[in-house]
């Protein structure tokens, strides 16, 4: 029964416009991240790794949180539309693998993402005449990325399960990816959900280590991801869903 829930979500997906999305908003930090790097190469002369900052300082704390937010939102469209919550709830599947089912399927997203984003990395390297190997580090950085963007998955998920709206729920994810630049900047990017996406892809150190220690960095990853899917049990069993 959880594979035919997961089927059906990515049935959603199917002809859906989050594809573009997908396609083309990390474009974005890619092309503007290059022209900021070769326009101030004299001062940015670590090679891959100055270009990494640049891709990253836009697509941490803008883009993809903002990217993430859409996936969840367009994951509960359906469901707040049309009292479509009142067949779904009466299905024979726990409510739990409801929710897992749209992790899943958002967490599936988000790694296929950092994928795209490693590729144009590398891309936009070869385009602005880098001719040092890629940094072997580079897979570290999209594996630990695309962990904590499965924890701002699960926390999206849970406000859009909330929050009966497509755009308000992009809007808070947008704010939290800005929030999350305070955070790290002062320490506490290990405790701040949506610092951990930028943590985990060194945005600001990627040729140094972690702010945290990886043990600290999973075990909030863990933590938020467990807390996330309790609240969402919790909520979908004790909230009444006939306004629809």
Partial sequence: MFYRTLKAEWMKLRHSP???????LPVLPAFIGTFNY?????????????????HTLFSCYFFLPAIIG???????????MNY??????????PVS????????TASVMVVLTQVWIGILFVLSGKLAGLSSPVPPELLEWLLTGSA?????????????????????????????????LAMLAK???????????????RANQPGGPMQCSLEQFLLSCALYLLACVLFAVFWMKRRDVNTG
């Fill in 70 to 80: 859409v996936y969840c939102s367009y994951l509960y469209r359906l469901e707040h």
């Fill in 38 to 54: 070769v326009q101030n190469i004299g001062i940015l002369q670590e090679e891959w790794y100055s270009l990494w900052t640049q």
């Fill in 148 to 180: 904590g963007a499965i924890v701002i998955c699960s926390v999206q998920l849970c406000l859009s399960l909330v929050i009966r709206s497509f755009a308000v729920p992009v809007g808070i994810a947008l704010i939290g990816g800005i929030v999350g």
């Fill in 18 to 24: 989050v594809w573009f999305a997908f396609v083309l």
């Fill in 97 to 104: 693998g409801l929710f897992l089912a749209k992790l899943l």
């Fill in 84 to 93: 479509n919550w009142n067949t779904i709830m009466t299905a024979p599947v």
């Fill in 187 to 201: 320490g506490y990017g290990v405790l701040f959900p949506y610092s951990l996406l930028s943590l985990g892809m």
